[in-house]
């Protein structure tokens, strides 16, 4: 399996990050290889409602040039945008992923304790690529029951589920979402091949009123991170 995307997500007030403040992370820079780069910071001024309520979308944006740490060969990478900062690595081995969580981890840790920020929503999320026929056979035999609705076997389906769940320890809602995206494909070989699209998000209810501990942030990357696990086994 290939993970195509894999990000850790923090939100909050980031503004106070800079070019210069990042001088506090050089340890950490050396650690991972980063060199430092910037890019645009887009975030969308406030949406108007109209009389039904809905949102009236704003064509404003405020724009602005953010630091971005990145891996020479652009594999992974720290985005700190004005209100979240992205830990990601693209495109790897899956049975590498605990190389990524343990560096997005240690790289959490390190802005709490050298640029004392805070966060207040955060999400684990993903896209994995596999191409094991038997393994998409035997998904869909355990996602779908039998119905005259559709065939016992397919080579093109797709599943999304968004499911909410309240959290005793984090003392706060989780939004847990899966997606499966199975399609078939002609190959430069003119070979049809078939090929499973997994996405997964974990993460926080948004606006609750919440600054989380490392403790916190700890135990939701161990909920998420078998939350993953389960997606990509499909049971």
């Not at 950490?28 to 949102?55: C, E, H, R, W």
């Not at 405020?62 to 992974?76: H, K, L």
Request: aromatic share 12%; proline share 1%.
């Amino acid at each position: 399996m290939t993970e195509q995307l894999s990000q850790f997500v923090l939100f909050g007030n980031f503004s106070s990050v800079n070019f210069d403040s990042l001088s506090k992370l050089s340890s950490l820079k050396s650690k991972y290889g980063f060199i430092t780069n910037a890019m645009q910071d887009v975030v969308a001024l406030p949406q108007n409602l109209d009389n039904q309520g809905q949102i009236i979308a704003s064509q404003n944006f405020i724009q602005n040039m953010r630091p971005v740490f990145q891996t020479e060969d652009n594999s992974a990478s720290v985005f700190f945008g004005s209100s979240r900062i992205h830990i990601e690595r693209r495109n790897y081995d899956s049975n590498s992923y605990e190389v990524f969580n343990d560096m997005a981890i240690d790289i959490v840790k390190n802005l709490m304790e050298n640029l004392d920020l805070k966060f207040i929503r955060i999400a684990l999320n993903g896209q994995i690529l596999l191409s094991d026929k038997k393994f998409m056979d035997e998904l869909y035999q355990r996602l779908f029951n039998q119905s005259d609705l559709y065939s016992k076997n397919s080579d093109e389906w797709q599943l999304r589920i968004v499911s909410k769940e309240n959290d005793e320890t984090l003392k706060c809602g989780i939004n847990k979402i899966i997606s499966y995206n199975r399609t078939s494909y002609i190959d430069v070989s003119t070979e049809k091949m078939d090929r499973l699209q997994i996405g997964y998000d974990f993460n926080t209810f948004f606006g609750i009123d919440k600054v989380f501990s490392i403790e916190e942030i700890n135990y939701f990357n161990k909920q998420a991170t078998e939350y993953r696990a389960l997606v990509i086994s499909g049971k």
